[in-house]
């Protein structure tokens, strides 16, 4: 049987650890909108420009695939 004290502690320690990381996900997702927002803004000066960004990318992908990288999945 597990200690009542000891219980009420654990309980505590998990509910402030997902406290905190709700916090984390909160800051990382503002974060990930200011950098989007900012990848957005030089995307439009880039087309304002004249570059083709998919002909770009599919380009990239094949380099990438004469290298072979390979994907972080892959890697794990």
Do not use: Y
Request: no cysteine; glycine share 6%.
């Amino acid at each position: 049987m597990v200690n009542t004290e000891n219980k009420s502690e654990t309980i505590g320690f998990h509910k402030g650890s997902l406290a905190t990381l709700s916090k984390e996900r909160e800051e990382l997702m503002r974060i990930l909108q200011i950098v989007e927002h900012l990848m957005q803004m030089h995307i439009k000066e880039l087309k304002d420009l004249g570059v083709d960004l998919a002909a770009e990318a599919k380009q990239g992908e094949t380099v990438s695939k004469l290298k072979g990288k390979k994907p972080i999945e892959d890697v794990l």
